[in-house]
């Protein structure tokens, strides 16, 4: 009997190797799946913390206190050097008398002096009166004896703008006779000059920024940013990979860390939300918020931000933020005002602000901004002779000013305890409040000379009571208001403030009160 065999395919146990390729197979796609998964709830999460505070934190602004307003009008009791004085104390510059050169820089190797040196003899202009100028700018005057031509800056203050006019002061001994228009308006009555700005109450951070709008960035400024910094900002989508993997093949060539590849939206990003450390989180960090970032914002909402944030140096504990800040801190200047050769080299800190800081480092400085300087002149911002001729600029930064924190820290503090009644710390941190007070300045200063040069001599008369200190405070008898504040007999220190803490027995200070009370009784 012949035997039937199925044509029906047999049934064989898959073998143990595609078993083991099927589930490594598997493992695979899950991890790719999950991992795909974590990385889009991890930008959920960074796109909210973008969305809460991108727009806080480029704008956080800390508040700024000023000394009263010199208010000039006509026989006002004021001297031609005491108004001198007020203008020099705001800033304004005389166009006849250039401003001093800026100090060199310490020698490392000299050993500092033990003895205190005197100051420096204030420099005196004398212009002949061949060939004057007149201001024309805001923020400049001219000064012929005990007249003065002025061009005032425009300023907001509490009840209105205080728009900029060109005016002619005369004064005649310790009066002022005569205040002038020579803009073609009406004579002022009343001018108010701006306030000089005398502290800034900052967060814990203590950054500092000037804040510009988009409009107010110059042209040459931008395009010179640019072609140094991130050629393709306008192309990408927040990152470049193209100048990632050029920076990366430059570093691997050179052992060591010789370019970036960062765009200026992740300049952005490190300026607001992360640390400085080299880590591959920070860096992963850094690649997914200026992506998303870019999603949200336009490019030239981003240009703006970066140049408000960019960090551009130290000044004591304050850090100098954006460009218009660091344009008055190293010129003494608005942005506007820059000359291309100043532009240039603000760029060029960008790298390093530390490394570049043309107070500090001049040689290094010159050379960074000789190279932006080539980039210019290699992208057609400029042409060679132009460079030529800018590259054999000085630097033209002003000597280094007091630090902005405070000059006068026993008022600051006064200042302080009474806005804590009506603000949030935060607010006065990050609202850009603008804080009007009372203090004199020049008062101010006679009060510190005179306290600083009373004590010696009562220590030599009463030599066991050394050391000794004082504190002084004076008020306006009629307003009650405070007009300067000394706390210590070094004025400028930070630390116990005696004028506002210090406990004394009043002793005979108070027989006035008392017998003036007694007296006014029937």
């Not at 992506?291 to 100098?320: C, F, P, V």
């Amino acid at each position: 009997m012949a035997r039937v065999r199925s044509s029906r395919p047999s049934r064989r146990r898959p073998g143990v190797f595609r078993s083991l390729w099927s589930l490594l197979i598997s493992l695979v796609m899950g991890g790719v799946l999950l991992g795909a998964a974590g990385l889009g709830l991890y930008m959920v999460y960074l796109d909210g913390v973008i969305r809460a505070e991108f727009d806080q934190k480029r704008w956080a602004l800390p508040a700024k206190v000023f000394a009263r307003p010199l208010e000039l009008f006509q026989s006002m009791p004021l001297s031609a050097d005491a108004f001198a004085q007020e203008l020099k104390l705001l800033g304004y510059q005389d166009v006849n008398c250039p401003a001093p050169p800026p100090a060199p820089p310490p020698d490392k190797n000299k050993r500092p002096a033990l003895k205190r040196k005197p100051p420096p003899p204030p420099v005196v202009c004398t212009p002949s009166p061949e060939g004057d100028k007149s201001p024309v700018k805001p923020g400049s005057y001219a000064r012929q004896g005990e007249t003065f031509e002025v061009v005032t800056r425009e300023f907001p203050f509490w009840d209105d703008v205080e728009p900029s006019r060109k005016v002619k002061v005369v004064f005649a001994g310790n009066i002022l006779v005569d205040l002038l228009s020579l803009d073609g308006q009406e004579a002022p009555g009343l001018l108010r000059l701006d306030p000089p700005e005398i502290a800034g109450i900052y967060p814990s951070h203590y950054e500092d920024r000037i804040l510009l709008k988009g409009k107010d960035l110059p042209p040459a400024l931008v395009d010179t940013l640019l072609a140094v910094e991130d050629r393709a900002f306008f192309e990408h989508a927040g990152i470049n990979p193209k100048g990632i993997f050029r920076a990366l093949v430059a570093n691997l060539r050179a052992g060591r860390a010789v370019q970036g590849g960062s765009t200026l939206t992740q300049q952005l990003v490190k300026n607001l939300f992360l640390s400085n450390e080299r880590t591959l989180k920070r860096k992963i960090n850094e690649i997914l918020m200026a992506i998303l970032i870019d999603s949200h914002y336009g490019k030239d909402e981003i240009l703006e931000a970066y140049s408000n944030a960019i960090y551009l140096g130290q000044d004591g504990s304050r850090a100098i933020h954006g460009f218009g800040l660091a344009s008055q801190f190293y010129f003494g200047k608005s942005l506007e005002d820059l000359d291309l050769h100043q532009l240039a080299l603000l760029v060029g800190m960008i790298k390093g602000p530390s490394l570049y800081d043309p107070r500090k480092n001049l040689d290094r400085a010159r050379e960074r901004r000789a190279l932006v300087l080539d980039v210019m002149v290699e992208q057609n911002l400029i042409g060679p002779e132009d460079g030529v001729v800018a590259k054999e600029m000085a630097l033209d930064v002003t000597p280094k000013a007091a630090s902005g924190i405070t000059a006068y820290p026993a008022f600051l503090e006064l200042v302080r305890r009474q806005l804590r009644q009506y603000y949030k710390a935060e607010d006065l941190a990050s609202e850009g409040l603008r804080v009007f007070t009372t203090l004199d300045p020049r008062l101010q200063a006679t009060a510190e000379n005179t306290l600083i040069n009373s004590l010696p001599p009562l220590e030599k008369s009463h030599p066991k009571a050394r050391p000794l200190q004082g504190a002084a405070v004076i008020a306006d008898t009629q307003t009650g208001e405070v007009l300067a504040i000394v706390g210590d007999r070094e004025p400028k220190s930070v630390g116990f403030n005696r004028a506002l803490d210090a406990k004394r027995l009043a002793g005979s200070l108070i027989k006035p009160v008392v017998y003036l009370t007694a007296l006014e009784q029937p």
